[in-house]
């Protein structure tokens, strides 16, 4: 495991049991009870949970939860546009600020962040979304916790006992038991930053201008997703709570497109770059090659022995549109491509190849943003040639070179624009 400052947090966390024990962190090993399939995990015998259920099963009785929320809450999508809102509260009083950092994820062992995640109690209490413009007393101090900045502790007062289970979602990361709430108490004043002041009380500014202008001043994507989801941004009369699965895609998405419309004025691209990096049984691999903007993803399962291929494309002159297939793993691998090639001043035709091997439990689609985030900060390898580069690229990827060549339209635009210019070419000989 790579080391890093974090690894102290880790340190007093595993003290509460709000992280597993560096015995059971060892990636090589799947748990024996759901075998790494989410829909059977059962925290009540998880081998690798132990301590982060102890310490659940010690509050369980108590309909009252007092912690340091990272800070974190969670906005549901189920009964739109009536949801089920709250905060997430771990029952520990310490710098919990890791526990919802994706950045800083993949240099921490898969089951502490499993074990950091379960840990979070979520209060929830049905809300309409249109309330966020007139919030009352229990949502106002969820927006207000949302503001924060760092760690801030809170005070839940729950209707019924805890069921110690976890709840897994499709793109955001897992929490721990939840319960109705009653009541929310924020026991300190949060401090917030104070490009995120400004935003929030524009009421003028329109919501994608306003993810843009805090990512700009250097706000966290969590962050910003949080403040969406508490509907603090756009203009005052479309705020609106918005699902946190949703607003991580939008958050991704509207980046994206600011930044592609960016790079679309950049020069091309002078190599052939290849990069590639794996983390959490997860690998991403990016193929660069020189041309017009176009990006396309093949998300790849590898499960008992089979796999599973997902696959979207843009095209240069092609509308936009959903990414039916991939869904939001597409923008979020999309985001760190667009970064790279702003920073440089270029502009590139991407494909990815994502693979998801046996071993990874769902902890939500930031791990393709960090990973492909990892991939394109490392040093590449350069070709000058398309067809040396696909020989590489195959002996990395686990992936049929077949499924690849006959599926992508990536591949299939510049091969086709290579044998046109072979064929120009040798008319000119001629």
Same mark, same amino acid.
Not at 208 to 218: C, D, H, R, V, W
Not at 344 to 363: D, H, K, T
Not at 398 to 418: C, G, K, N, T, Y
């Given at each position: 495991m790579v080391e890093y400052s974090g690894n102290r947090a880790l340190a007093s966390l595993r003290r509460y049991g709000a992280a597993a024990e560096a015995e059971s962190s060892q990636e090589k090993h799947v748990c024996p009870v759901c075998r790494g399939d989410y829909k059977k995990c059962r925290l009540e015998i998880c081998p690798y949970l132990k301590e982060a259920r102890d310490l659940l099963r010690k509050i369980r009785a108590s309909k009252t939860v007092f912690g340091s929320s990272p800070p974190s809450a969670l906005v549901g999508s189920w009964g739109y546009p009536k949801v089920l809102a709250g905060p997430l509260v771990p029952p520990i009083q310490a710098d919990t600020? %890791? /526990?919802?950092? $994706?950045?800083?994820?993949?240099? +921490?062992?898969?089951?502490?962040?499993? #074990?950091? &995640?379960?840990?979070?109690?979520?209060?929830?209490? $049905?809300v309409k979304v249109f309330d966020a413009r007139k919030p009352g007393r229990l949502l106002e101090s969820l927006q207000e916790l949302a503001m924060?900045?760092? $760690?801030?502790?809170? *005070? %839940?007062?729950?209707?019924? *006992?805890? =069921?110690?289970? !976890?709840? /897994? %979602?499709? @793109?955001?990361? !897992?929490?721990?038991?939840s319960a109705p709430m009653m009541k929310i108490v924020v026991a300190e004043n949060p401090s917030v930053l104070k490009p995120v002041e400004r935003v929030v009380s524009d009421v003028d500014l329109? #919501?994608? *201008?306003?993810?843009m202008e805090l990512y700009s001043a250097g706000v966290s994507e969590q962050h910003i997703v949080r403040l969406l989801s508490m509907g603090l941004l756009g203009s005052k009369r479309w705020r609106r709570l918005v699902p946190t699965e949703w607003s991580i895609t939008a958050v991704d998405d509207q980046l994206g497109r600011r930044l592609r419309a960016r790079i679309k004025r950049n020069p091309w691209l002078n190599e052939v770059e290849l990069y590639s990096h794996l983390a959490h049984f997860n690998r991403v691999t990016v193929l660069l090659l020189p041309g017009p903007w176009m990006f396309e993803v093949f998300e790849i399962w590898y499960r008992a022995g089979g796999l599973k291929a997902y696959h979207d494309a843009e095209l240069p002159r092609e509308p936009d549109r959903w990414p039916e297939n991939v869904?939001? #793993?597409?923008? #979020?691998?999309?985001? $760190?491509?667009? *970064? =790279?090639?702003? &920073?440089e001043g270029r502009q590139a035709s991407a494909l990815v190849i994502a693979e998801i091997y046996e071993g990874w439990i769902p902890l939500g689609v930031w791990r393709f943003r960090e990973i492909c985030r990892a991939a394109v900060k490392s040093p590449p390898l350069k070709f000058e040639e398309i067809l040396e580069t696909l020989n590489e690229l195959f002996k990395r990827v686990e992936a049929p070179a077949d499924l +690849?060549? @006959?599926?992508? &339209?990536v591949l299939e635009f510049h091969l086709r624009q290579m044998r046109l210019t072979d064929l120009l070419m040798q008319n000119t000989l001629k």
């Amino acid at each position: 495991m790579v080391e890093y400052s974090g690894n102290r947090a880790l340190a007093s966390l595993r003290r509460y049991g709000a992280a597993a024990e560096a015995e059971s962190s060892q990636e090589k090993h799947v748990c024996p009870v759901c075998r790494g399939d989410y829909k059977k995990c059962r925290l009540e015998i998880c081998p690798y949970l132990k301590e982060a259920r102890d310490l659940l099963r010690k509050i369980r009785a108590s309909k009252t939860v007092f912690g340091s929320s990272p800070p974190s809450a969670l906005v549901g999508s189920w009964g739109y546009p009536k949801v089920l809102a709250g905060p997430l509260v771990p029952p520990i009083q310490a710098d919990t600020s %890791l /526990f919802d950092q $994706p950045q800083k994820w993949l240099e +921490i062992p898969l089951n502490d962040i499993l #074990a950091m &995640r379960v840990s979070m109690i979520r209060g929830k209490k $049905p809300v309409k979304v249109f309330d966020a413009r007139k919030p009352g007393r229990l949502l106002e101090s969820l927006q207000e916790l949302a503001m924060a900045r760092r $760690p801030t502790d809170v *005070e %839940l007062e729950l209707e019924k *006992e805890l =069921k110690i289970s !976890p709840n /897994f %979602l499709v @793109r955001a990361s !897992p929490t721990g038991p939840s319960a109705p709430m009653m009541k929310i108490v924020v026991a300190e004043n949060p401090s917030v930053l104070k490009p995120v002041e400004r935003v929030v009380s524009d009421v003028d500014l329109k #919501a994608s *201008e306003a993810i843009m202008e805090l990512y700009s001043a250097g706000v966290s994507e969590q962050h910003i997703v949080r403040l969406l989801s508490m509907g603090l941004l756009g203009s005052k009369r479309w705020r609106r709570l918005v699902p946190t699965e949703w607003s991580i895609t939008a958050v991704d998405d509207q980046l994206g497109r600011r930044l592609r419309a960016r790079i679309k004025r950049n020069p091309w691209l002078n190599e052939v770059e290849l990069y590639s990096h794996l983390a959490h049984f997860n690998r991403v691999t990016v193929l660069l090659l020189p041309g017009p903007w176009m990006f396309e993803v093949f998300e790849i399962w590898y499960r008992a022995g089979g796999l599973k291929a997902y696959h979207d494309a843009e095209l240069p002159r092609e509308p936009d549109r959903w990414p039916e297939n991939v869904g939001g #793993a597409y923008h #979020a691998l999309r985001l $760190p491509i667009l *970064e =790279k090639l702003d &920073r440089e001043g270029r502009q590139a035709s991407a494909l990815v190849i994502a693979e998801i091997y046996e071993g990874w439990i769902p902890l939500g689609v930031w791990r393709f943003r960090e990973i492909c985030r990892a991939a394109v900060k490392s040093p590449p390898l350069k070709f000058e040639e398309i067809l040396e580069t696909l020989n590489e690229l195959f002996k990395r990827v686990e992936a049929p070179a077949d499924l +690849i060549l @006959r599926r992508s &339209r990536v591949l299939e635009f510049h091969l086709r624009q290579m044998r046109l210019t072979d064929l120009l070419m040798q008319n000119t000989l001629k």
